[in-house]
């Protein structure tokens, strides 16, 4: 008799064939619908609330699927193409998202036409590498002027809850922040060279840029200068505390002449510390370690104003805005180790003090200072903040801009629906379910605008092929059939690209899985 030949752990899920097929797809799409509501300028906000009671309000899609906490491993898929377009160009995780979403829904109808997986993989990815090549087409021929890169971060904060009148403002602020630190001495641009700090208490068009690094810190004494004008700087890798050695030791103090002698010894090194940095002129000290109390006694005796445990990030914001090197040891302290500021100041905000350090001489760090009337306001805005300083860069960067409003999506799915006539066999379905996925998005824009998506969809078709170019343009409570780049919506190229590729393979690995084993 033939026993039965156990493989898998007993309590192993299996499902394969159509049914894994099926399990996959409706997975992407539940989460791109998730998402697809926030989508353009007149798009939602979603509400998401953790076990603990943390609120997050926000309409970005990475930060919604990521606060989602998805477990199903297909729709964990779409959560990595959403974070991958937020990590590699800042904007269009919600398309990237949608467009999934949306290519999953028309590989789900070609399968139930008998399509293999195969061959709709080769038609997406045809269709894919058409639609590379009319963004690059679509690119402007333009100057990317600093009007020009206001308007695509205006394009990237529109809807964000910043408000369109607040979004022109925080958009120059963008443009004039990675004006000042792009393309230093190494040709490159660090992302934490634009920084960006919040704090409530006050609307967001009192956001400010300050040219240098502010800081969430306050003096380590209160007798310390509260403002210091012309400051030499010190940034430090050590704790100003008394050493200890690398091994246990133990001392055996039998008189008081031996227990003052030790504390003296102990006094004497903790002076030490002040004296270096004041003998080499130092004006302002910020440590990435401890410093022990009497220490600050004395650093502020020598007038000299002093910020203990400040991060790595802050100090290295630090060195590149001032000229500082950071410094492991004090013995030996040269000008070229020291940096320089216009101003170091204390200013108060509610009940906390902000340290501003202003001017540095080599001006490679800035902060964006936002404000805003809640926590909810400036999380939201920090992130639209965030999102408007990444698609800047893309923009100078990785390929010029593009019409936004939907036209270059308008303009992909035009170009590949004329070059599918010329593909042979069953891969032209593909390829022109392909161009309906990607008009999915101008479509949701209208419907998120108010108008009727089928009729705008047919207005769209229609005025592409009289004039070229056309989008959706929000006007008040709807929105109309217009030019996008005449209106001012611009979109950084990487922004589309990076969509496409990572929403092609995205869907195309989902479709070819046919077999999920799932372990106890």
Excluded at 191 to 220: N, Y
Excluded at 251 to 272: F, H, K, M, P, W
Excluded at 320 to 343: M, P, Q
Excluded at 370 to 399: C, F, N, P, S, Y
Aim: one cysteine or more.
């Amino acid at each position: 008799m033939q026993q039965p030949l156990y493989i898998l752990a007993e309590g192993t899920n299996r499902t394969h064939g159509r049914s894994a097929q099926d399990s996959n797809i409706r997975a992407g799409k539940a989460v791109a619908e998730a998402v697809r509501t926030t989508l353009g300028p007149r798009g939602m906000d979603k509400m998401l609330v953790d076990s603990s009671g943390e609120v997050v309000i926000t309409n970005d899609g990475a930060t919604i699927l990521e606060k989602m906490d998805i477990e199903h491993p297909a729709a964990q898929m779409i959560v990595e193409v959403s974070q991958t377009q937020e990590e590699e160009v800042g904007d269009g995780t919600t398309t990237a998202a949608v467009l999934t979403g949306e290519l999953l829904a028309h590989a789900e109808d070609l399968l139930d036409d008998d399509l293999h997986p195969t061959v709709i993989v080769e038609g997406y990815t045809e269709a894919a590498r058409i639609a590379q090549e009319a963004i690059d087409d679509m690119v402007l021929d333009v100057t990317l002027d600093d009007d020009l890169l206001r308007k695509v971060a205006e394009s990237s904060m529109t809807g964000k809850g910043t408000g369109d009148v607040t979004a022109d403002v925080l958009a120059k602020h963008v443009v004039k922040a990675v004006q000042m630190v792009h393309g230093d001495a190494d040709g490159a641009f660090h992302r934490d060279d634009v920084r960006v700090l919040t704090r409530t208490g006050a609307s967001s068009s009192a956001t400010e840029l300050v040219e240098g690094v502010v800081l969430d810190k306050e003096p380590v004494n209160e007798n310390m200068p509260r403002a210091v004008s012309d400051a030499t700087v010190a940034v430090l890798d050590m704790k100003l505390d008394v050493r200890k050695g690398e091994v246990d030791t133990e001392y055996n103090i039998t008189s008081v002449e031996q227990l003052t002698a030790a504390i003296d010894a102990e006094d004497s090194e903790l002076r030490g510390y002040a004296k270096a940095l004041k003998d080499a002129g130092v004006d302002v000290v910020f440590c990435t370690k401890s410093i022990d109390d009497r220490v600050a006694g004395y650093l502020a005796d020598a007038g000299i104003l002093a910020f203990k445990s400040v991060k790595k990030s802050d100090a290295r914001a630090l060195a590149r805005a001032t000229g500082a090197k950071r410094l492991g040891s004090l013995s030996d302290l040269d000008e070229s180790d020291l940096g320089h500021v216009d101003s170091v100041s204390i200013r108060t905000f509610g009940d906390d003090d902000l340290a501003f350090v202003e001017g540095g001489s080599a001006a490679k760090a800035v902060t964006l200072f936002l404000r805003g009337g809640t926590e909810h306001v400036v999380d939201e805005l920090e992130r639209a903040i965030q999102d408007a300083v990444d698609v800047v860069v893309a923009a100078i960067d990785k390929g010029g801009v593009v019409p936004g409003a939907g036209a270059t999506e308008i303009a992909i799915a035009d170009r590949i629906r004329s070059e599918a006539a010329g593909i042979e066999g069953r891969k032209q379905l593909a390829v022109e379910a392909y161009a309906d996925a990607i008009e999915a998005l101008p479509r949701t824009l209208a419907e998120n605008t108010g108008m009727d998506p089928i009729d705008a969809l047919v207005d769209l078709r229609s005025r592409y092929e009289n004039e070229g170019i056309a989008g959706i343009i929000s006007t008040g409570r709807s929105g109309e059939i217009g030019d996008p780049v005449e209106q001012g919506v611009i979109d950084p190229a990487a922004v589309k690209r990076e969509a496409i590729e990572s929403a092609t393979e995205a869907a195309t690995m989902i479709v070819r899985i046919d077999d999920v084993i799932a372990a106890k």
